[in-house]
Nanobody, 124 residues
Framework: QVQLVESGGGLVQTGGSLRLSCAASLRTFSSRAMGWFRQAPGKEREFVAAITWSGSVTYYADSVKGRFTISRDNAEKTSYLQMNMLKPEDTAVYYC?????????????????WGQGTQVTVSS
């Protein structure tokens, strides 16, 4: 059974940092791109960041570019999202997802497997 388990969410003040982790029990982890998405109350799920299978190329939403960093460790089958300079508008449930392809995408329907999400709350 494939599982993606996020951790690292919590409550932080504006300007603070959090590091999210996504541990995957996925045999094909190292051949898939990984993505992070978020969903705030009353809003649609939105793309945050993606990373190719090798980690050589990364993609970011404009709203997080320069503040967030996505990375991965294929040996540990884990993806990370380092979030710095957090803002109240970053408050959301954050989800990691495993792509069906190697090169990453901002389109949610491209992703085959999803985690259960972890709550990030940024207080002003």
């Amino acid at each position: 059974q494939v599982q993606l388990v996020e951790s690292g969410g919590g409550l932080v003040q504006t300007g603070g940092s959090l590091r999210l982790s996504c541990a995957a029990s996925l045999r094909t982890f190292s051949s898939r791109a990984m993505g992070w998405f978020r969903q705030a109350p009353g809003k649609e799920r939105e793309f945050v960041a993606a990373i190719t299978w090798s980690g050589s190329v990364t993609y970011y939403a404009d709203s997080v570019k320069g503040r967030f960093t996505i990375s991965r460790d294929n040996a540990e089958k884990t993806s990370y999202l380092q979030m710095n300079m957090l803002k109240p508008e970053d408050t959301a449930v954050y989800y990691c997802a495993a792509d069906s392809e190697t090169f990453g995408s901002s389109i949610p329907k491209r992703y085959t497997y999803w985690g259960q999400g972890t709550q990030v709350t940024v207080s002003s």
